[in-house]
Nanobody, 120 residues
């Protein structure tokens, strides 16, 4: 098991920034591919960004505004979100996999999610 815990969500205005964090106790995140997904009400869960030791990928909606990073010393993965838009409103999930992929079905471990709400 890999208990992932997200934090950092909240209510912000359009144009603001937020930094989400994902951490785990007892297991080292650096051995996994780590990713962020999001799910808005009535929509499917969608890929936001993924990070491995050799690759980083972003969804088109995140490119230029979001940055995924990992701090191995803190065993934490971050998602820095800048220039937030109302359409970024969703529950954001941290996930871990042994496979580098943007499809959520390949991710084995999931956090409980953190709500991000962007007002216009």
């Amino acid at each position: 098991q890999l208990p992932l815990v997200e934090s950092g969500g909240g209510l912000v205005q359009a144009g603001d920034s937020l930094r989400l964090a994902c951490t785990a106790s007892g297991r080292t995140l650096s051995q996994y591919v780590m990713a962020w997904f999001r799910q808005a009400p009535g929509k499917e869960r969608e890929f936001v960004a993924a990070y491995s030791s050799s690759r980083i990928n972003y969804a088109d909606s995140a490119k230029g505004r979001f940055t995924i990073s990992r701090d191995n010393a803190k065993n934490t993965v971050y998602l820095q979100m800048n220039s937030l838009k109302p359409e970024d409103t969703a529950v954001y999930y941290c996930a871990a996999s042994w496979r580098y992929d943007s499809n959520p079905k390949f991710y084995t471990y999931w956090g409980q999610g953190t709500q991000v709400t962007v007002s216009s």
